[in-house]
């Protein structure tokens, strides 16, 4: 059975400060997404890493997997307010026909002034 | 256009209805999905269509019975629900291919009375 586990669970940090998500999987897999999802919301995609040593950016959120360790990190420079929200990684297990995601509990993000 | 739009926003229901959600896309996407997410918890998976064909049931009770009648919608039919299906319903789409990064709906909050 494949589990995601991210830690931290619970974050909160100040702003300007850099942190680090991590995302830990138990078996093989080369796809790894990571969404955000504000409170009462959807989930919003954010990136998705397709092979070993990929890295993607987008503003202040950089995302990282290593398939040989299975784990990701979704790094966060000099936080804002506006990133607060709960970020959520998930793996993908190998489908032919629609892919079943597995999703890790989520780190809640809280940044303060 | 990356948009799943879902009807209704919220439904409330008693355990002796019936009652259906909705899920549209216009992406051209192939696969569909069925997400219930409790309150801070990640979304689990229920359903997968693929080319309108349910590819994946996570062993979800009768009581919740999807359908895709085309390409573009997926429905939900709900009947004598317990108030422990109290939670929000996502709706998913992606395509059948390597980057099949899944674009979600902004849900249906149900409650069960």
């Known amino acids: 059975e494949l589990k995601v586990e991210q830690n931290p669970l619970f974050l909160s940090m100040q702003e300007g400060k850099n942190y680090t998500i991590y995302c830990n999987y138990s078996?093989?897999?080369?796809?790894l997404y990571w969404y955000r999802q504000d409170p009462g919301k959807s989930l919003e995609s954010l990136f998705v890493l397709l092979s070993n040593g990929a890295v993607k950016q987008e503003g202040r959120l950089m995302a990282s997997l290593d398939t040989k360790a299975r784990l990701s990190t979704l790094h966060i420079t000099a936080a804002v307010h506006d990133l607060s929200a709960t970020y959520f990684c998930a793996v993908r297990k190998g489908e032919t026909s629609g892919s079943r995601l597995t999703f890790g509990e989520g780190t809640q993000l809280t940044v303060n002034p | 256009d990356t948009e799943v739009t879902q009807t209704p926003k919220h439904l409330v229901m008693g355990m002796t209805n019936k009652k259906s959600l909705k899920c549209e896309q216009h992406m051209g996407h192939r696969a569909m999905y069925w997400y219930k997410q409790k309150a801070k918890k990640p979304p689990e998976l229920m359903f997968v269509?693929?080319?309108?064909?349910?590819?994946i049931n996570e062993s979800v009770p009768s009581r919740f019975s999807p359908e895709c009648p085309n390409s573009s919608l997926l429905n939900l039919h709900l009947h004598a629900l317990q108030p422990e299906d109290s939670a929000l319903y996502l709706c998913?789409?992606?395509?059948?291919?390597?980057?099949?990064?899944?674009?979600f709906g902004p849900g249906t909050r149900l409650t069960v009375l």
């Open positions: 269509y693929s080319y309108e064909k349910l590819s």
């Open positions: 078996t093989t897999s080369d796809r």
């Open positions: 998913a789409s992606s395509q059948v291919a390597r980057t099949d990064t899944q674009y």
